[in-house]
């Protein structure tokens, strides 16, 4: 018999749906991957930000992954006034995200200055909204954005003590320093892909498209951090994959949109990186407690058991090449318990 590992079913606390008839595939997948809840971003195309398109979008994901739960975010603009913001919460919202403009894929409409925003955060800091941010600086030297985002980090914690924030898909060692000295309120989401890769494979020798992704992957030693911070069993790090699903002729292309499709493979690449570092004790506080916990929410019923079988990674989805496309990994999804 194959060795297996049974946890609690897991969450995956930011993931991309896109829009359309494609966002159900898309939810559908992360619901055969096993996820129980996952925290859906905002940035369609029309965007989320407002109560009517939120429950829309939960109505449309839902309906395609029944037994998947859509925890919903809702994009920042600096003009969403404290009612708009009281009937997004009202219909469910938890969290709001903030990009800034021109860091990533649609962002055009993006927040330009923090500043700008002060007051959508002071209301969502009394509303007990969780405040997700891309922390990346749109000025800065594509390598240092997040580095120079951080700055804003500690004044929004100076400027709202009671604010959850949520620094996410962390991607360097300075990144991992500002949440640990920004307190319990503050945490951030690590990626599989960022945990696993550096630039170098991206673009150390060939171009490999499917490795292109905000934040750009970094130097090995930010890398070696971020496994620490991953590893480490501090409940300000857990799981949020960002798999950001771009269809084949839009990666495979000149001005190659960013975003990793690792829905299908995220577990099983964890699965893989945790076994190699000895910690396969410390996955599932990383994958099924942590995020529930920063996010007020109970545990998932239910388990979910690999077996330590080879499975091959498609080599397309719905269009999409996913992130270690062809490969065969380590572990497989053997099944799922009491959900
Ligand atoms: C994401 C997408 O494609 O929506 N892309 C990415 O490179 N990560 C947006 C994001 O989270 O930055
Ligand atoms: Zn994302």
């Given at each position: 018999m194959p060795p297996t590992l049974t946890f609690g079913r897991p969450d995956d606390f930011h993931v991309h749906f896109r829009q359309g008839e494609v966002a159900g595939h898309f939810a559908r997948d992360a619901q055969d991957a096993g996820f129980a809840r996952v925290l859906v971003m905002p940035n369609t195309l029309p965007p989320i930000d407002s109560a009517p398109a939120l429950t829309e979008y939960r109505r449309q994901i839902e309906a395609?992954?029944?037994?998947?739960?859509?925890?919903?975010?809702?994009?920042?603009?600096?003009?969403?006034?404290?009612?708009?913001?009281?009937?997004?919460?009202?219909?469910?919202?938890?969290?709001?995200?903030?990009?800034?403009?021109?860091?990533?894929?649609?962002?055009?409409?993006?927040?330009?200055?923090?500043?700008d925003a002060w007051p959508v955060f002071a209301a969502m800091e009394d509303l007990d909204l969780v405040l997700c941010l891309h922390g990346e600086h749109p000025d800065a030297f594509s390598l240092d954005r997040e580095a120079a985002f951080l700055g804003g980090l500690s004044s929004l914690r100076a400027a709202f003590p009671r604010l959850r924030m949520v620094l996410e898909h962390v991607s360097t060692a300075a990144g991992v320093d500002a949440v640990l000295s920004s307190g319990p309120l503050t945490a951030a989401t690590l990626t599989a892909h960022?945990?696993?890769?550096?630039?170098?494979?991206?673009?150390?020798?060939?171009?490999?498209?499917?490795?292109?992704?905000?934040?750009?992957?970094?130097?090995?030693?930010?890398?070696?951090?971020?496994?620490?911070?991953?590893?480490?069993?501090?409940?300000?790090?857990?799981?949020?994959?960002?798999?950001?699903?771009?269809?084949?002729?839009?990666?495979?292309?000149?001005?190659?949109?960013?975003?990793?499709?690792?829905?299908?493979?995220?577990?099983?690449?964890?699965?893989?990186?945790?076994?190699?570092?000895?910690?396969?004790?410390?996955?599932?506080?990383?994958?099924?407690?942590?995020?529930?916990?920063?996010?007020?929410?109970?545990?998932?019923?239910?388990?979910?058991?690999?077996?330590?079988?080879?499975?091959?990674?498609?080599?397309?989805?719905?269009?999409?090449?996913?992130?270690?496309?062809?490969?065969?990994?380590?572990?497989?999804?053997?099944?799922?318990?009491?959900?």
């Open positions: 395609a992954a029944p037994g998947l739960r859509a925890l919903m975010t809702f994009k920042i603009r600096p003009g969403l006034d404290r009612q708009t913001l009281a009937d997004l919460r009202s219909a469910g919202a938890v969290a709001g995200k903030l990009y800034p403009e021109g860091v990533t894929t649609h962002s055009e409409d993006g927040v330009r200055r923090l500043e960022h945990l696993l890769f550096t630039l170098d494979d991206m673009v150390g020798g060939k171009l490999d498209p499917h490795l292109f992704c905000k934040p750009l992957l970094k130097r090995p030693e930010d890398r070696t951090r971020l496994v620490e911070a991953a590893l480490s069993g501090n409940p300000q790090f857990f799981f949020g994959s960002d798999s950001a699903p771009h269809s084949r002729e839009h990666k495979e292309a000149a001005l190659c949109s960013a975003g990793c499709y690792t829905m299908p493979v995220s577990l099983g690449l964890l699965l893989e990186l945790f076994e190699s570092r000895g910690a396969l004790d410390r996955l599932e506080a990383f994958v099924s407690r942590f995020g529930a916990q920063f996010y007020g929410l109970e545990p998932n019923p239910g388990t979910l058991t690999f077996e330590k079988l080879p499975w091959k990674v498609p080599s397309l989805v719905h269009g999409v090449v996913p992130l270690k496309a062809g490969t065969t990994l380590s572990w497989s999804l053997k099944s799922l318990q009491g959900a």
